[in-house]
């Protein structure tokens, strides 16, 4: 797992710092299993940030939403919020998400940027939209519809199935 030490601004690789202040979710994958059995693709619901436009759009539109959101996903924003226990994707990927995710990973690779990806189950999503909600009371944020949606999907999808939601991110700026 990397996490980003934000205090110093290093990555405990080693690497190069990630820049989440122009993060965005690019795809959003919810996947379902019974009985421990594979995963299996059930919805890929638009979170916006499809393009670099869309997410300038939105960052205008909507101020730092998707910002603060992609730092606490990543685990980013604050030292002390470890709010998603995994970064990158699962190994046990449906077989969609991970045709997906291929196609994401050779596009960063080739562009020489990292590949920023997590995924979390429906009480990681809760605790994350959570965080946000509080930081909202201080700056009037609210969380966007599309993740309430989302979570309100896993949780109806959870009284049957095993649920989780992989997100991949990317930014305009490209790093």
Do not use: N
Request: net charge neutral; charged share 25%; with cysteine.
């Amino acid at each position: 797992m990397i996490r980003q030490d934000s205090a110093h601004g290093t990555r405990a690789d080693g690497q190069a710092p990630l820049r989440t202040g122009d993060a965005f979710v690019t795809e959003a994958h919810v996947e379902c299993r019974s009985g421990g059995g594979a995963w299996w693709h059930f919805a890929c619901p638009a979170m916006g940030g499809a393009s670099a436009s869309d997410a300038l759009r939105a960052r205008r539109r909507e101020g730092a939403r998707l910002d603060a959101l992609a730092g606490l996903f990543l685990g980013t924003s604050a030292a002390d919020e470890d709010l998603v226990g995994a970064l990158g994707v699962p190994s046990d990927l449906s077989a969609m998400a991970a045709e997906r995710y291929a196609m994401y990973r050779a596009r960063r690779r080739r562009m020489g940027l990292p590949e920023l990806a997590t995924w979390c189950d429906v009480r990681e999503l809760d605790r994350v939209l959570g965080a946000f909600a509080k930081r909202g009371d201080v700056t009037r944020d609210l969380v966007p519809a599309t993740y309430c949606a989302l979570l309100a999907m896993m949780q109806a999808l959870q009284r049957d199935f095993e649920t989780r939601v992989v997100l991949w991110f990317d930014s305009p700026a490209g790093r």
